[in-house]
């Protein structure tokens, strides 16, 4: 299949998902998260496929959102082309990612904000550059988390310090990453995808069935619970999004500048 937003290779038993809109940091569009969601429904279905590898092409691993594409179409949010997709909510992209049997790793080469968060926690293992940045931005948006980031994200690094990052969005640097368990590796940039890479065809050459099993059992309290809240998400996302302070967030973020919110 042809893709316009990502990158897909298959080396050996793994294969590796590249962002592929770096002039933006791999901000992601309906379109992306539909090719997203395109490799992981193949990757279910492909036996030689063992392990997904996810990063991002140039200095960024993905900013969350288009919001400057979403505003040039005349959206307030990404908006689905058709009846199907509608009823088909993008933000279970990230659930499928976790209902996928086939092992996971995000190699975070740059900033993961917003949904770009969510992506990474998706996947089963965080390893970082030493040039990552991690961000729940949504609140200086004034917009509520999606993708499943309520979620997973108390669930990674505990409820206190999920609440810290949801409520003040403020950008945490690779080392502090580390330190809250958000990710399991810090490595220098040049070792990044080596290091990304050895781990996925080191885990591709395992017992593929008790692996893909194992990740069952980690996660069977997780799934069910997580599409319900994800729907959730997206109905007070919808609830956020007609607010001032909302379009106020989306405006100063494109006008580079501190917004002024008024709380309504």
Same mark, same amino acid.
């Given at each position: 299949m042809a893709y316009t937003d990502i990158k897909v290779e298959k080396k050996g038993g793994v294969v590796l998902l590249t962002l592929n809109r770096p002039d933006r940091l791999n901000a992601v569009t309906w379109n992306s998260w539909q090719e997203i969601e395109q490799v992981v429904q193949e990757l279910? *279905?492909?036996d030689e496929a063992r392990v997904l590898v996810v990063t991002g092409s140039g200095r960024g691993?993905? #900013?969350g959102t288009d919001l400057a594409a979403a505003m040039a179409s005349g959206a307030k949010i990404p908006t689905a082309t058709s009846r199907s997709e509608r009823l088909r909510s993008r933000f279970l992209s990230v659930a499928d990612i976790i209902a996928c049997p086939k092992p996971s790793i995000a190699a975070v080469n740059g900033v993961a904000a917003g949904g @770009? !968060? #969510?992506l990474s926690l998706a996947c089963d293992i965080r390893i970082a550059s030493q040039e990552a940045r991690f961000s729940a931005i949504w609140a200086r948006r004034a917009l509520v988390p999606d993708f499943s980031c309520s979620y997973l994200l108390p669930r990674?690094? @505990?409820? #206190?310090?999920?609440? *810290?990052? !949801?409520y003040s969005?403020?950008?945490v640097d690779a080392q502090e990453a580390l330190a809250i368990g958000l990710v399991s590796q810090v490595v220098p940039?040049? *070792? !990044?995808?080596?290091?990304?890479?050895?781990?996925? *065809?080191r885990i591709a050459k395992g017992p593929a069935m008790a692996i893909e099993l194992t990740k069952r059992l980690a996660y069977r309290s997780w799934q069910e619970e997580m599409e319900a809240q994800t729907e959730y998400e997206e109905y007070l996302q919808r609830v956020c999004i007609e607010s001032e302070d909302a379009q106020e967030g989306v405006r100063s973020f494109l006008e580079k500048r501190e917004p002024d919110f008024k709380g309504r």
């Open positions: 279910k *279905e492909d691993f993905c #900013s @770009g !968060l #969510s990674i690094v @505990g409820m #206190s310090k999920a609440l *810290e990052l !949801l969005g403020q950008m940039a040049e *070792e !990044l995808m080596p290091t990304a890479m050895a781990l996925a *065809e």
